[in-house]
């Protein structure tokens, strides 16, 4: 998977805590070019795992390498997730007592069996 590089990116030879950008590529098993290129907007994308590594070396997560902020912020309710939220709460009744294990058990079965009989919509609805 590639990710977009954001121009925040740059920001990193402020955070890389007194390594060298040769320092930072041995660490992270990459190469002083793909370090040099990300940092200078010459490179606009990133593999996932070059993104983790380069995080690791510096000992952030990946959110925070890309300036993404933590949590949600003020407003976050009416964005993407908020409407997420609000349609997988919907879909648990508030008032429901769980099923018990023998019930629970009933359903798996017959999960089970439509799955395997090619039947899939039905199990993506129980």
Do not use: F, N
């Not at 099923?99 to 058990?105: K, S």
């Not at 009933?106 to 919509?121: I, S, V």
């Amino acid at each position: 998977m590639t990710m977009s590089w954001p121009s925040r990116m740059s920001l990193v030879p402020k955070v890389r805590r007194g390594l060298s950008q040769a320092d930072l590529a041995t660490r992270a098993g990459l190469s002083v070019d793909t370090i040099r290129k990300l940092e200078q907007a010459q490179r606009h994308t990133a593999r996932m795992d070059t993104l983790h590594r380069i995080a690791a070396v510096l000992d952030l997560d990946v959110g925070e390498l890309l300036g993404k902020p933590r949590g949600l912020v003020v407003g976050a309710e009416d964005g993407e997730m908020g409407q997420l939220r609000r349609v997988v709460l919907d879909l648990l009744p508030a008032t429901a007592e769980p099923p018990g294990r023998d019930a629970l058990r009933a359903e798996l079965a017959d999960c089970w069996r439509l799955y395997w009989a090619g039947r899939y919509a039905p199990t993506s609805c129980t």
